[in-house]
């Protein structure tokens, strides 16, 4: 089991960069590959990143690659997600979660265990 929680969203404005945490507890963290996904109101929940268990690969959509940085702290149980140059397009409610079973799983009812999400609003 998993134990997911996010933290980090807010209101900013247009152009600014975000950083998004998610702490995880239980002991299976660290065999996990990691992923942020986000979802806005009337949209699918769509992929943004992935890190493997041991946080030496990653994978980013390409419509993603340039704007995100995924990490992740065994020791902490954290994994992070920085975003920069931020649109109103962004605006969403951002998840993550945690796949023991695969390493670079695209979609979402693949990861067993999920956060409650965190909302980033971008202003114009």
């Known amino acids: 089991q998993v134990q997911l929680v996010e933290s980090g969203g807010g209101l900013v404005q247009t152009g600014d960069s975000l950083r998004l945490t998610c702490t995880a507890s239980?002991?299976?963290?660290?065999?996990?590959?990691m992923a942020w996904f986000r979802q806005a109101p009337g949209k699918e929940r769509t992929l943004l990143a992935i890190i493997n268990w041991s946080g030496e690969e990653r994978y980013y959509p390409d419509s993603m690659k340039g704007r995100l940085t995924i990490s992740r702290d065994n020791a902490k149980k954290t994994v992070s997600l920085e975003m920069s140059s931020l649109e109103p397009e962004d605006t969403a409610v951002y998840y993550c979660?945690?796949?023991?079973?695969?390493?670079?799983?695209?979609?979402?009812?693949?990861?067993?265990?999920w956060g409650q999400g965190t909302q980033v609003t971008v202003s114009s």
């Open positions: 979660a945690a796949d023991p079973r695969h390493m670079f799983a695209l979609k979402a009812d693949k990861y067993d265990y």
């Open positions: 239980g002991r299976a963290f660290n065999r996990c590959a």
